[in-house]
């Protein structure tokens, strides 16, 4: 079966310092990536999504950045963070050519 | 772009009743319209989907129907019971060469009393 992972499950960092946050699939080959975010009380917000290997779309600008280098990794970084990037961010996946999305544990960001 | 609105934002019912949530989405060329479940703190689970092609689907105790015409969505969960209190959240995607981008609704908060 799959298996999605995230980490860090928290992380707590000052403004200005640079982020990276890792996904990885377990199970599948050739999936659907996203990363969302969602801040406190609030929806889910869709960052980036990738559909393959070095293929990234962007949904909203920001100081914030994703990479696949492998298959089934996804990565999001910043160089800056801003006290705004604080929030819950997960990252999802889907089977290719299917729509259904689930999602892994996320990483509690707190940028202080 | 998409735009999502869900209703209402909190939702208190008493144990055994029935709970509807209510959806509504701006881009007519949407057709995937997915409900998850988020227990405080943890990741959103997807509950039921609908597609565009359908008008209603049934699991156990919840169910979604869509109407396409007016652009709005509902959950409905039956025989409500205590651990049916999470947050709830619609989404609706265009599903475009193999994959979707969800917008999502701000979630409603259901709290169901014993």
């Known amino acids: 079966s799959q298996t999605i992972h995230q980490w860090p499950a928290t992380l707590v960092q000052p403004v200005g310092s640079p982020l990276s946050l890792e996904c990885t699939v377990e199970?599948?080959?050739?999936?659907?990536l996203y990363w969302y975010r969602q801040a406190a009380g609030r929806g889910l917000q869709l960052l980036f999504y990738s559909v393959g290997i070095g293929q990234i779309s962007s949904e909203v600008p920001q100081n914030l950045s994703a990479s696949r280098p492998q298959d089934r990794q996804f990565i999001l970084s910043s160089k800056k963070l801003l006290l705004s990037d604080s929030g819950f961010y997960l990252c999802?996946?889907?089977?290719?050519?299917?729509?259904?999305?689930?999602f892994g544990p996320g990483t509690r960001l707190t940028v202080t | 772009g998409e735009n999502v609105e869900q209703h209402p934002s909190t939702l208190s019912v008493q144990e055994g009743d029935s709970a509807v949530i209510k959806c509504t989405y701006s881009?007519?060329?949407?057709?995937?319209f997915p409900w998850y479940k988020q227990e405080l703190g943890k990741r959103p689970q997807l509950i039921i989907d609908?597609?565009?092609?359908?008008g209603e689907k049934k699991d156990q105790r919840i169910a979604v129907t869509l109407n396409k015409t007016a652009k709005h969505f509902s959950l409905h969960i039956t025989e409500t019971q205590p651990e049916d209190s999470a947050v709830y959240f619609c989404?609706?995607?265009?599903?475009?060469?193999?994959?979707?981008?969800?917008?999502f609704g701000k979630g409603t908060m259901l709290l169901v009393s014993p």
């Open positions: 199970g599948t080959s050739n999936p659907n």
């Open positions: 989404a609706a995607s265009k599903g475009l060469r193999g994959y979707s981008t969800l917008t």
């Open positions: 609908i597609r565009s092609n359908v």
């Open positions: 881009d007519s060329a949407s057709n995937y």
């Open positions: 999802a996946w889907s089977v290719q050519g299917t729509y259904e999305q689930y």
